[in-house]
């Protein structure tokens, strides 16, 4: 367990705030307590972090790298350990939960290697003797808005970038898994030398949020969570016109269209819908799936949601409960507003017999909705798979569309031109063609819409990180400019 509550400026503080309890959402009961940061401790890791990056982004990029290659190999020695608190305190199962820390440890090496790619351009100029230089320069304190769903995945999605660049850091973890995340850092800080006030965290509920989005220290705020945090936090910035990177919520559509590979979409979706008890931004939240296939796909799926095994999610099951109360009560509203239309419960609709402490419900198929059920209206963050049939590609891809969201969608078919379609016509970041989750380090995790209005990893998500600058190197004896 972790002893403190706040790092600030390479120092470990007990806290001086409110305490909040953090709860193991399996059994409901209370694991331990952690302290609200205060405003004096939120201004002295705003002054740390300013003071720390000059200094910081002056430092040749390789030596950020190393740092950071430095910090993968820790996480990578401790997954059980990590693992064991992500489980803890957020329910995660065992194997999703050691997943998420190995693909971390990948995550911030491969991130690390920006180091000798972050690179500028030279222009042609239209003076004689004079060449133009657009360089890539951090933007100074950056403020990291962790949610509780990827506490590590997500903090190094813009904790390793953000440095790599040269960027100092002020991260806050979620008030509801702040666990692992603090433990990392201890880990990873007693090996590795990063100068004090480069990296500091804060503890706290939104209102620390709050008050550190709304600082005008900061040069860039980096947030993942619900859309309308993200709102909140994109008016506050636009105060003084601070930059964001917000990656919000999903509404994600799977079309199973006729010619499918049924068995294939059955599984490939489930899993999308149910991995960590549908609590995934990228989620599968609805699906559309051909009058054609409409009976057989249902059976097949109903099968298969009512095989998977819901239990304590340290001995590995395929799905454990949801991170908390709230949470479990939207899902619960959810569906019972589903019934109320007249919708129909294949199976699921509750928790499961045997659970009855903690935060639980079952996989849920619903049938005999339509496009206007609440089902299919906003983020549900449930094991709920709604099924609407459709019998037209142009229906289907209206369908999809209608969503205030735009971050994942899905398209199974074995036919080239449907799925290009599917791949064009959705006005989503990312399309996945029959294939389930799990976005590439690589590729460029964006969501369009009210999803966000940026995007993480890989080269572009690097450069995020980064902005431009101008200089034009004048060496000749004319006269340049105007
Ligand atoms: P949330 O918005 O409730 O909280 C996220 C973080 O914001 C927490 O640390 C919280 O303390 C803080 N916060 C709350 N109010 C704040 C305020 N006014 N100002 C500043 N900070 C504030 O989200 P959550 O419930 O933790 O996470 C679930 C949501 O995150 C879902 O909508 C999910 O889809 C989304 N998500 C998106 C992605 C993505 O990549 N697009 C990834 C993971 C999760």
């Known amino acids: 367990m972790p002893e403190n509550s706040h790092f600030i400026d390479g120092q470990w503080h007990e806290g001086e705030g409110d305490s909040i309890a953090v ?142 660049a040269g960027n100092t850091v002020i991260a806050k973890p979620s008030e509801e898994t702040p666990l692992s995340t603090l433990r990392m850092w201890e880990l990873v800080e007693e090996e590795v030398d990063f100068p004090d006030g480069v990296v500091n965290f804060l503890t706290g509920d939104g209102s620390v949020g709050e008050g550190i989005t709304s600082s005008d220290v900061l040069d860039l705020i980096s947030f993942t969570g619900h859309r309308d945090t993200g709102i909140a936090i994109a008016r506050e910035a636009a105060k003084d016109l601070t930059e964001t990177q917000l990656e919000l919520g999903g509404k994600a559509p799977a079309i199973v269209w006729k010619d499918a590979d049924i068995e294939k979409a059955v599984e490939r979706i489930l899993k999308a819908n149910t991995s960590f008890a549908g609590q995934l931004c990228t989620s599968v939240e609805r699906i559309y799936v051909h009058s054609d296939v409409q009976e057989e796909f249902e059976r097949t799926y109903t099968d298969a949601a009512e095989d998977l095994s819901v239990g304590d999610p340290a001995e590995d099951p395929d799905m454990g409960p949801h991170v908390n109360e709230a949470e479990l009560e939207k899902t619960r509203d959810a569906v019972e507003r589903a019934r109320e239309e007249g919708a129909k419960i294949l199976t699921g609709g509750g928790p499961p017999a045997d659970r009855t402490k903690g935060y639980w419900y079952e996989p849920t198929v619903v049938t005999d909705i339509d496009q206007d059920s609440v089902l299919m209206d906003e983020e549900i963050f449930g094991p709920v798979s709604p099924i609407v049939s459709v019998s037209s590609f142009d229906e289907v891809i209206e369908y999809s569309n209608e969503t205030e969201y735009g971050l994942s969608a899905y398209v199974y078919t074995d036919s080239y031109s449907t799925a290009m379609r599917g791949a064009h016509e959705i006005e989503f970041g990312e399309v996945y063609v029959n294939r389930t989750l799990g976005e590439a380090l690589q590729g460029f995790h964006t969501g369009w819409n009210q999803s966000g209005n940026s995007g993480e990893d890989g080269k572009h998500g690097a450069l995020k990180y980064t902005r431009l600058k101008t200089v034009y190197h004048n060496y000749g004896d004319g006269e340049p400019g105007w």
Do not use: C
């Open 23 to 164: 709860e193991n959402p399996t059994t409901a009961e209370e694991i331990t307590t952690v302290n609200n940061a205060t405003e004096g401790e939120i201004e002295e890791a705003l002054t740390a972090a300013r003071s720390a990056q000059v200094a910081w982004g002056r430092r040749p990029p390789v030596e950020r790298g190393a740092l950071l290659r430095e910090t993968a190999s820790v996480i990578a020695e401790n997954v059980e350990e990590l693992s064991d608190l992500l489980i803890e305190e957020q329910g995660k199962t065992r194997s999703v939960a050691e997943f998420e820390v190995s693909a971390t440890a990948e995550y911030v090496r491969y991130m690390a290697d920006w180091d000798r790619r972050i690179e500028g351009e030279i222009l042609p100029s239209d003076d004689q003797g004079e060449s133009i230089h657009l360089v890539r320069k951090p933007y100074g304190v950056v403020g990291a808005i962790i949610p509780w769903n990827f506490p590590l995945f997500v903090l190094f999605r813009k904790l390793a970038p953000a440095l790599v």
